[in-house]
């Protein structure tokens, strides 16, 4: 009985020790807690005040400064150029500098209109040189591919060609020593209208020559044969129906049409436009057409078709007999 009494006693006094331990942590934990909080607060409120505070001096520093160069700018624009009279006011001294800034701002504008205006002036002036450039050398491009059209390359005229070699056939660039031995039956200006009553009289001419002889349709210049077709006389003026289709005969390297009131001439292929002028393949060189209409008065000498182009051709017939 004793003893269980004792040993009671040992354990509330154990028990005893254990929570006066347990109080003893806990409420030093709570006052550390308490401090800890009241530092971190403290800080907090410290770091915000001083944070302000140097916001409150940056913002105070830029003002002053600011101030200063205001000031500073001032007082030299007055020490330039004006010498106010003693007494003035700050509002009289500000009067009198807008003014002088709005009088620079007028010379300024001014200046600038003039500046813009005399850019203006020489702007115009090199637009219309450049525009008589321009015209210049379009018409000089125009003379040069008037010569270019109108050149004989005398370089390429044959020393000389037989009749033979002549027939049936197209060449460009003939002296007229190839046609010595033919007799000339027709030579006139190649813009002169070719009626019915001058093709009566190349047709007697032809006739009355021999038996179907040879017969050469050459546009000349400056003595040079530009351009020449042979053949013989039947199939030079075998009458076509066709304006699309020209005559041709086997073994050949030319083509002829003869429609009456219409045109004449010859092309190297059966292709033709006669509607007007031979307009087919406006770049084909070896295409010679007289228009028979008299109104139209059209000619093609190669590629050449404009009236200035073909001026100073003359449209020639040769005949032989071979």
């Not at 410290?46 to 916001?55: G, H």
């Not at 400064?65 to 020490?79: A, G, Y």
């Not at 010498?83 to 709005?102: A, E, F, W």
Request: hydrophobic fraction near 30%; glycine fraction near 4%; aromatic fraction near 10%.
């Amino acid at each position: 009985m004793g003893k269980n009494r004792k040993k009671n006693g040992v354990i509330r006094k154990f028990f005893q020790r254990q929570w006066n331990y347990s109080t003893v942590v806990i409420t030093f934990n709570l006052v550390l807690s308490l401090y800890l909080m009241i530092i971190i607060e403290k800080q907090y409120y410290l770091t915000f005040d001083q944070d302000e505070k140097i916001r409150q001096e940056i913002h105070e520093s830029v003002k002053q400064n600011c101030k200063h160069q205001l000031e500073s700018m001032l007082k030299q624009q007055e020490t330039n150029q004006f010498n106010y009279p003693q007494g003035y006011s700050t509002l009289q001294k500000n009067d009198i500098l807008t003014s002088s800034l709005y009088v620079q701002k007028n010379k300024y504008d001014e200046q600038t209109s003039q500046t813009n205006e005399t850019s203006l002036n020489d702007k115009i002036i090199k637009n219309d040189s450049q525009k008589h450039k321009d015209n210049n050398k379009l018409k000089k491009e125009e003379e040069n591919e008037k010569i270019k059209m109108n050149k004989i390359n005398l370089s390429s005229i044959y020393s000389k060609i037989s009749p033979e070699n002549l027939a049936g056939k197209i060449h460009k660039n003939l002296s007229t020593a190839n046609f010595i031995s033919f007799q000339l039956i027709y030579n006139d200006r190649v813009e002169k209208s070719l009626n019915q009553k001058i093709f009566e009289k190349i047709f007697e001419k032809i006739y009355t020559f021999g038996e179907d002889p040879l017969v050469c349709l050459a546009a000349e210049k400056q003595n040079t044969i530009v351009l020449v077709g042979c053949d013989i006389s039947t199939q030079v003026f075998q009458d076509t129906k066709n304006v699309y289709l020209a005559q041709c005969q086997n073994n050949k390297e030319i083509c002829w049409y003869y429609y009456q009131g219409r045109a004449f001439g010859f092309s190297p292929n059966k292709e033709v436009d006669l509607t007007y002028c031979d307009k087919f393949n406006p770049l084909d060189e070896n295409r010679l057409c007289i228009s028979l209409n008299e109104k139209d008065k059209e000619r093609r000498i190669g590629i050449l078709n404009r009236s200035e182009q073909i001026s100073g051709f003359n449209l020639q017939i040769y005949i032989l007999n071979i």
